[in-house]
């Protein structure tokens, strides 16, 4: 297998993809997503991270400037999480153990701190007294006041810690106050992981009863047939609500085992038919028959001569299907059939639906747009790979 | 001709058979009284219902029942969570609805993508070809979901801001052809969107596949001018592809249509099924994903007689 | 050695290529498909254009008509296609629209494909005579029907109403015959036109196309791979190697005095037995033609040649001798040619 897997490599398709620049930078971009996906298992293996506050609400990214109205909101959210802090049963130990994001708190007695955030809403009161901060200079210097004084409670953060927490609100929050940009990138994972499995699985399955088919012929072929037809006939929307409705209540309910199950039971259908097709083809050819007539065993064929030769098929596919689970997880988040617990653009996407009727585009924005680069490498690999493995087809 | 008709129909019931029962299958491996009425139904109330549907009866029995119902347009069952209301009543209120959205966003999409593609191919590698398929890439890179949000921010909500005037509504649906485009130009609009850069490839590719072929050279050879070769002897035999690409695409929109009516508020097939699914309403669910296979495969069958139609090689053997 | 008439050709050539050459882009680069090509086409004279498989011969007729695909190929800059004295190798589209079936026509190596699945013959038969003449419906069809009765189809009425997919392969090239002759063309182009064919029909073709020449006077340019064919009806040959020109001359200069290697390596794998050599297909000849994307430097036949010496390998040969007399392309010619 790994000598006919060497040969693949070394084929002339193979020598055209790789001159194909388009081609090796979408592979480049998917390795980059990849490599952020194995990023998020590593450092962020539970959702919790993502699901934190990190600020007020619908604050906007670096990129846009800040209303005076989010300035103050932001100090007030600090000064209310400090405030929490001390005013636990032991405010010793729980303002050493305060985090917020990856800022802590600057050394103290809980006395001096408590006494620290009385000067702060104070500060703050002088601030929300005015209707229109902005139009009013004493306001914004009061403002800027008491962004300084909340700043001075903190101990500021340096390198890592500093690129740490500029991150998690370059993209703003969305309307929890959580990160987007961290939501965004968490999402990643969830995205290739589902791609992957459903993807993979598929492609397996598909080439599987696809290749037995097109060997054996008859009643296999008119069986895999017989079952195509039927899948291909329920569009994979329905199914899935059938599934849904079929997991309720189940150990699975709520999981991504159902929405797998769905996306591989409509997706096996694309391989299996071109795959049937190429192995038809395949079985005519002299070698195959050659080996057919030395005795070898059909199993060995199928697996030996036959499979490997529909690789590139298989590759085909399988960065089609990764594109569609992709973009079929997001429709089904918004159905509320999809992933639950944790994050996801599709997730992200549909929580920005009422964000966007308030002009609030970041969220919306940064799940688009991760997908967007995503899903476009993997088109441009897909179409790459017809070039040089298919390019008869249409 | 009607021979060849009714072979395709022969053939395609076992296939349709075959999908009523995993259907079936499907929807009994929890039990679906159970899940409508919820962990603490009293037992009485179970075998009413389950009574009134005939679940107790066997399954054999069941399934002919249901394939009978579906042969016979019959649907006289009740809806569980819709009191009193048969699910016949259900379908004959939703289809208009999907209808008005399905069918003029098919036409629409059919011909914006195929006349892009046309002149894509009629320019094949120059500019403006190579800057309709970038765009066309980078179109369906984005998600459905993404174009509804702002389809209905752009053109029922900021329009109507700025213009003062409501040109599109931001969802529901009232029947009558003068509120068609009020209510459903906007989903038509966003749906032909999403699926215009999956088509425009496909029919360019098409046409640039049929454009490589000897007989054009021929037709040149005449002295047909390119845009006669391109529209007459091109375009026709592209046409095979292009139906089976146009049917193929239907359960896309069925499913395109679904998440439209949710999303605008459209009472359409899709919807309902979405509201069944979410209330256990089984006897809705059952019908009407058995209702959606069987248009599937009716247009499966279309696909096959129009294809024939077009192809004189097909219809003469 | 065969039985040549001979022929005579008017003065005043109505097609003459100079220097045509054309390359193709393709995945590994530019590829130059024909190099240079040269060669004079009297009315009423029939020209055999002969060579191995892939050697440029359908290349050059669909350059000299512009029917290659426009993004994948191009002319050379200083190439010539004179019609009657017009260069037509950067005419405009319309230009070239105008003279395409009506006064330079094509027959196409495959029939099987080269017609319209879709349409029936009839109507493609027709289509020729809707761009170019005046004639109305019922007079197109007429003539339809003349030119398949022409070409000795058989129950041409009924034939026109029929697909492509309906007639056998020489019933397809009779239609494609009967196409190209509608508009009675100055030129015809007829590449390969019997080789899809059974023996018989061949024959039957061949009469047919003579038959067209003595009646309308239309100058032939006709592609084979049979020498059998060209001696019968050819007036002069032009033999191709790789692209390239390297022998030419009227039929009995070319079959009696052979002056390029290549060209009497051809006639000497004919077998000699005199009744049976119009069967002959093109011989082969040990060796292979050289890759056109590497061609050796120096003369492109060297590797096939018993004869070649150092200076074949270093410097190509010119294509020496008159235009319109015998040409031969060899540094070391046979039979006392020009060195
Ligand atoms: N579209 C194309 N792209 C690249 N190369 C081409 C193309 N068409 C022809 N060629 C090349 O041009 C050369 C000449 O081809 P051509 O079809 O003229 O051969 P031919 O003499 O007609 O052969 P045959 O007797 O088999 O018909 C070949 O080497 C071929 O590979
Ligand atoms: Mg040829």
Request: hydrophobic content about 45%.
């Amino acid at each position: 297998m790994s000598g006919r897997l060497k040969q693949f490599f070394s084929q002339r398709g193979m020598r055209k993809l790789r001159q194909d620049k388009m081609a090796m930078g979408a592979l480049f971009v998917i390795g980059c997503y990849l490599i952020l996906a194995l990023f998020v298992v590593a450092h962020l293996p539970s959702p919790e991270a993502v699901v934190m506050r990190v600020g007020p609400d619908n604050i906007p990214g670096v990129f846009g400037t800040q209303t005076a109205e989010k300035r103050l909101s932001d100090a007030e959210f600090r000064l209310e999480a400090l405030q929490r802090a001390v005013r636990t049963n032991d405010p010793e130990t729980s303002l050493a153990e305060f985090r917020m994001g990856d800022l802590r708190i600057l050394a103290g007695t809980p006395k001096a701190v408590e006494s620290r955030i009385e000067g702060g809403w104070k500060a703050f009161e002088a601030v929300a007294v005015y209707d229109d901060i902005e139009a009013e200079a004493v306001a914004l210097e009061l403002l800027e006041n008491l962004e300084s004084e909340v700043a001075a409670l903190f101990s500021p953060p340096t390198g890592f810690t500093a690129l740490a927490s500029f991150l998690r609100l370059s993209l703003g929050t969305d309307r929890q106050g959580r990160s987007i940009a961290l939501r965004a990138i968490y999402s990643t994972k969830v995205a290739v992981q589902i791609g992957m499995v459903a993807a993979l699985i598929s492609v397996l399955i598909g080439t599987l009863l696809g290749a037995a088919a097109g060997y054996f012929g008859g009643w296999v072929d008119h069986l895999v047939v017989w079952l195509y037809s039927i899948f291909s006939s329920i569009p994979w929307i329905v199914m899935l609500m059938v599934l849904a409705s079929m997991f309720r209540g189940s150990r699975f309910d709520g999981g991504l085992i159902p929405v797998y199950a769905a996306f591989c039971m409509s997706f096996w259908i694309s391989p299996c038919r071109v795959i049937r097709g190429e192995v038809m083809k395949l079985k005519e050819l002299e070698y195959v028959q050659a080996a057919s007539a030395i005795g070898f065993g059909h199993l060995r064929i199928l697996l030996r001569h036959v499979i490997p030769n529909t690789a590139h098929l298989m590759f085909i596919n399988f960065s089609l299907l990764f594109i569609g689970a992709i973009k079929a997880e997001v429709i089904l988040s918004f159905l509320g059939l999809g992933v639950k617990d944790e994050p996801s653009w599709g997730v992200m996407i549909n929580h920005a639906k009422a964000e966007v009727l308030n002009g609030f585009f970041w969220q919306i924005g940064a799940a688009t747009a991760f997908m967007l680069v995503l899903v476009l490498a993997f088109n441009i690999l897909s179409d790459a790979l017809q070039d040089a493995f298919d390019p008869k087809h249409v | 001709m009607w021979s060849y008709t009714a072979r395709r129909l022969l053939y395609n019931i076992p296939v349709y058979l075959g999908i009523v029962l995993l259907l079936m299958l499907a929807l009994r491996v929890n039990d679906p009284a159970n899940a409508f009425l919820g962990k603490n139904a009293n037992p009485e109330d179970l075998l009413l219902i389950k009574e009134r549907l005939g679940l107790d009866r066997p399954f054999l029995v069941q399934y002919f029942d249901l394939l009978k119902s579906v042969f016979s347009l019959d649907f006289g069952t009740y809806s569980w969570a819709n009191e009193g209301i048969t699910v016949g009543r259900m379908l004959r209120e939703s289809v208009v609805p999907s209808l008005s959205i399905t069918l003029p966003a098919l036409i629409l999409t059919s011909t914006v993508s195929i006349t892009i593609a046309l002149i894509s191919a009629f320019f094949r590698g120059r500019r403006i070809d190579r800057a309709l398929m970038v765009l066309a890439v980078v179109g369906m890179s984005v998600s459905f979901l993404v174009y509804i949000v702002f389809g209905q921010y752009f053109g029922a909500y900021l329009l109507t801001r700025e213009t003062g005037y409501s040109f599109f509504a931001i969802g529901g649906y009232e029947s009558g052809l003068a509120n068609w485009p009020y209510y459903c130009l906007l989903p038509v609009l966003i749906s032909s969107l999403v699926a215009m850069g999956y088509d425009t490839r496909f029919y360019r590719a098409v046409m640039v596949e049929e454009s490589g072929r000897d007989y054009i050279v021929t037709a040149t050879a005449k002295g047909a001018s390119k845009r006669k070769v391109m529209f007459v002897h091109m375009l026709k035999n592209a046409m095979i592809p292009i139906i089976t690409r146009i049917m193929t695409t239907l359960p896309f929109l069925i499913m395109g249509s679904l998440l439209l009516e949710v999303y605008f508020n459209i009472p359409g097939m899709g919807r309902v099924l979405y509201k069944a699914i979410q209330e256990q309403d089984f006897p809705v669910i059952q019908i009407f994903v058995a209702i959606f296979a069987g248009l599937f495969i009716l247009s499966n069958i279309l696909t096959d007689v129009l294809y024939a139609l077009v192809d004189p090689r097909v219809r003469l053997s | 050695m065969f039985d040549l008439p001979q022929r005579t050709a008017s003065e005043q050539p109505v097609l003459s290529v100079r220097h045509l050459s054309c390359s193709f882009k393709t995945d590994r680069g530019e590829v130059r498909a024909i190099d240079d090509v040269s060669f004079d086409l009297a009315a009423g004279e029939t020209l055999g254009v002969v060579g191995e498989s892939g050697c440029g011969k359908t290349v050059t007729s669909k350059s000299i008509m512009r029917l290659l695909p426009e993004h994948l190929s191009f002319l050379g800059r200083d190439s010539e296609v004179l019609f009657e004295g017009e260069n037509i190798a950067f005419a405009p589209p319309e230009r070239m629209r105008e003279i395409r079936g009506r006064r330079i026509a094509m027959i196409f190596q495959e029939p099987m494909t080269s017609l319209n699945p879709v349409f029936r013959v009839g109507w493609q038969l027709c289509e020729a005579l809707k761009y170019h003449t005046e004639l109305d419906r019922a007079g197109r069809r007429a003539r339809a029907i003349e030119m398949l009765q022409l070409v000795e189809m058989p129950e041409a009425e009924r034939r026109i109403e029929e697909y492509p997919h309906q007639l056998s392969g020489g019933m397809r090239q009779r239609v494609m015959i009967a196409m190209a002759l509608c508009c009675e063309p100055d030129v015809l182009i007829a590449d390969e036109p019997t080789t899809a064919l059974d023996v018989t029909i061949q024959a039957q073709i061949l009469q047919l196309m003579e038959n067209l020449k003595s009646k309308l006077g239309t100058a032939i340019m006709l592609i084979t791979h049979d020498l059998g064919v060209v001696a019968q009806v050819c007036d002069r040959v032009l033999v191709m190697y790789a692209g390239r020109v390297i022998e030419s001359g009227t039929v009995h200069e070319i079959f009696h005095t052979p002056q390029h290697p290549y060209t009497r390596a051809l006639l000497d794998s004919i077998p000699k037995s005199g009744e049976r050599a119009h069967k002959t297909r093109l011989p082969t000849i040990p060796g292979i033609v050289p890759s056109l994307f590497e061609l050796p430097p120096g003369c492109r036949f060297q590797d096939r040649c018993p004869l070649a010496e150092d200076r074949c390998r270093d410097r190509e040969p010119e294509l020496l001798g008159e235009l319109h007399g015998r040409r031969v392309r060899c540094h070391l010619p046979l039979a006392g040619g020009p060195r």
